[in-house]
């Protein structure tokens, strides 16, 4: 019946002169964010163009605000996905990799990054593979990197984090489940809490938390700054996505098909960078406009006792991330 209907849509376009296929394959994208993010939209342009450069042989369906996964279950569904013809995809953010590589952690290093320029560099480099290098054996294939952003400190309260430990001294703080930012939670005075992203704004709404880190679209797209007080400019760590597929159903799609999706997501992955920076610029501009949180800035200097602070980290993790490849990664960035 179905494929009678097919067949009778067919026809009528086929006599029009068009190609129609019916989509071999289906890729489903989950992500946790907002459509009108950074990472939204470039799941939304890798949707449109996949289809384009497969004439419609492959359809990415996207699933927004974690309505198909929440937060890095989808790592899970992903592994033990067998379908050669459904493939899950998702970008969770890189310390959401923490149960399957110990390398990936070093984004989550305090103060790595100067700025985006800086993780560029190191995105770009040979050394991404090293990063990420052992995730096919977990069923995971590592396809592109995506911005969002460097993450701003968020809290409830009469003052602003500004002093360390003492602004952060008895208070909570939502973090991803990373093993680093729980660390570095601890390190400036504060106490960590994982939580799922999807809990965060009712977390601070009702006080589970007192504050969280983030980048500025996510603070601003879900409307965290409506339940805080202050927003201190940190930039202590980057916000990015590691681009993954279930490796099985990488391995069985034909070459053309991986050739249209791989330079789909270059695409993206350029779109992505610009969605990344705009956002960044107007989302900051937004949240200071709303007036229901005081964005306050932070000089170098004060910067820099934050980055004393949470120096610790960086020796606790040394040997589990692999010193070499911190050493590498310090001389690649010019330290
Ligand atoms: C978070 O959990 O705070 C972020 O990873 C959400 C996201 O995907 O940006």
Do not use: C
């Amino acid at each position: 019946m179905k494929s009678l209907f097919r067949a009778l849509l067919i026809v009528p376009l086929a006599l029009a002169g068009m190609q129609v296929y019916a989509a071999d394959y289906t890729i489903k994208f989950s992500h946790v964010v907002a459509a009108q993010t950074p990472k939204g939209k470039a799941a939304e342009l890798f949707a449109k163009l996949v289809e384009e450069r497969t004439n419609g042989r492959v359809k990415v369906e996207v699933f927004p605000n974690s309505q198909l996964y929440n937060d890095n279950k989808v790592l899970e569904a992903m592994r033990l996905s067998d379908s050669k013809t459904t493939g899950l995809m998702a970008a969770p953010s890189l310390s959401k990799f923490v149960k399957f590589s110990k390398t990936l952690q070093t984004f989550d290093l305090p103060y790595l990054f100067k700025d985006i320029n800086d993780v560029h560099k190191l995105v770009d480099s040979p050394l991404m593979d090293r990063l990420s290098s052992g995730l096919d054996k977990k069923g995971l294939r590592a396809l592109t990197v995506w911005d969002n952003g460097m993450k701003v400190f968020s809290i409830n309260g009469d003052k602003p984090l500004r002093n360390v430990p003492a602004d952060f001294k008895g208070k909570k703080f939502r973090i991803q489940s990373s093993k680093i930012a729980a660390s570095m939670i601890e390190h400036l005075g504060g106490t960590p809490q994982k939580l799922p992203f999807k809990e965060v704004y009712t977390a601070l709404g009702q006080g589970v938390v007192d504050g969280q880190e983030n980048a500025w679209s996510n603070v601003y797209s879900k409307k965290f700054h409506e339940v805080q007080s202050f927003v201190s400019v940190s930039n202590h760590s980057y916000l990015g996505y590691l681009v993954v597929v279930s490796d099985e159903f990488w391995k069985n799609l034909p070459a053309d098909i991986r050739t249209a999706v791989s330079s789909s997501l270059k695409d993206a992955t350029a779109a992505n960078r610009k969605y990344a920076a705009e956002a960044d610029k107007a989302d900051r501009k937004k949240i200071a406009a709303d007036k229901y949180a005081k964005v306050v800035d932070m000089t170098d200097a004060e910067r820099d006792v934050w980055r004393k602070a949470t120096a610790p980290v960086w020796t606790e993790f040394r040997d589990e991330i692999g010193g070499e490849l911190i050493d590498d990664v310090n001389k690649l960035l010019g330290r």
